[in-house]
């Protein structure tokens, strides 16, 4: 009788093999974006680029926002914890300041300050791509900072505030640097010195505006 062979590839691909397609895909759906801007970063020259078809881009993303969204995750998501639990403290001076130096680490990179030119240019034009961004940075990084100081509340660590609206603030003061040294067009990024500086100043900042009036005068961290 005779037996064929299995084909190499035949049959349906591998866990690996589909989590490195996709991961080619949003790599070259980030270098498009950042390179050429929003309008320009089609999806049919993504496709060429990620060696996919269109269709396979509206099989798993629905098509340009999807993908973008998808996109600008994987940006946020850059150098932030693992376990965002970890970054934990009860002490609210030190626990911000990590949250800080984290988010500071975040929005430095490259594909940060190109996506914010972006949203600069082409927010009006294109009220998908501000919103894409306004929904990464709440699921991403705003949604668990609030989550972390509603801990810190139930611990009875800090008095009753709105957590979104005091979150919403701390990720606002730590982006002001980017934001306008992209509208000066002098995106160049803080030193880490810089960075952790500010981190302190703005952990501090927000956090004696939280604690009891007995405990303002806590020493901040070394």
Sequence with gaps: MHQGKKRSGAGRPRAAELQERAETLLQAAEQALTELGY???????????ASVSKK???????GKPGLLRAVLDRIADRHMAADLRL???DDPVE?????????????????????????MREGL????????????????????LRAYLERLQERGL???????????????????????????GTAEPLTDEQADAKALRVAELIA??????ADNARPRPG
Aim: charged share 25%.
């Design 158 to 184: 800090i008095r009753a505030i709105d957590c979104e609206e005091v979150a919403s603030m701390f990720l606002w003061l730590l982006s002001q640097d980017m934001v306008d040294a992209v509208s000066a």
């Design 87 to 89: 970054l934990d403290r």
């Design 39 to 49: 309008e320009r970063a089609t999806l049919t020259l993504i496709a060429q680029r």
């Design 125 to 144: 034009r294109f009220p998908e791509f501000r919103d894409a961004m306004g929904e990464a940075r709440t699921a991403r990084q705003q949604a668990p």
């Design 95 to 119: 626990g911000l300041y990590e949250w800080a130096r984290m988010i500071m680490r975040s929005t430095r990179t490259k594909a940060a300050h190109a996506v914010t030119a972006i949203s």
């Design 56 to 62: 396979t881009i509206y099989a798993k993303y629905g």
């Design 208 to 213: 004696r505006g939280l604690m009891p009036v």
